[in-house]
């Protein structure tokens, strides 16, 4: 079964323009659906790119329903991990706001859930 990968592209950008906003290209490396802007994904994007990874759509917007809800306490387990190695909260933070916002956001926009 393919593995969604696609916050590996989204939150680094996300992240970078947070630190330095409007430095970076917000483009992301691969389209998903046709599109390679953040923003502009919506469902019907998702929808065409299972049909392009010859998957049901159901099945990847549910799965994509569920990285919505886990990356979030995975970045959490891993910043805190590092506060306790590094020490470096404020970076750390931020890094997991910006990744609990796009995960918000997809939730909103793409899967249209409240």
Excluded at 84 to 99: D, F
């Amino acid at each position: 079964m393919p593995t969604l990968a696609a916050f590996y592209d989204i939150v680094a950008i996300e992240f970078l323009n947070l630190l330095r906003p409007h430095s970076w290209s917000r483009d992301m490396a691969f389209y998903i659906g046709g599109n390679y802007v953040p923003e502009r994904i919506t469902r019907a994007h998702w929808e065409a790119f299972a049909r392009d990874l010859r998957m049901p759509p159901k099945r990847l917007l549910a799965r994509l329903e569920v990285l919505t809800e886990r990356v979030p306490q995975a970045a959490h387990a891993a910043c805190e991990d590092f506060v306790r190695t590094h020490g470096n909260e404020t970076a750390c933070g931020r890094l997991e706001e910006s990744i609990r916002r796009r995960c918000d956001w997809s939730k909103k926009s793409v899967l249209h859930v409240p």
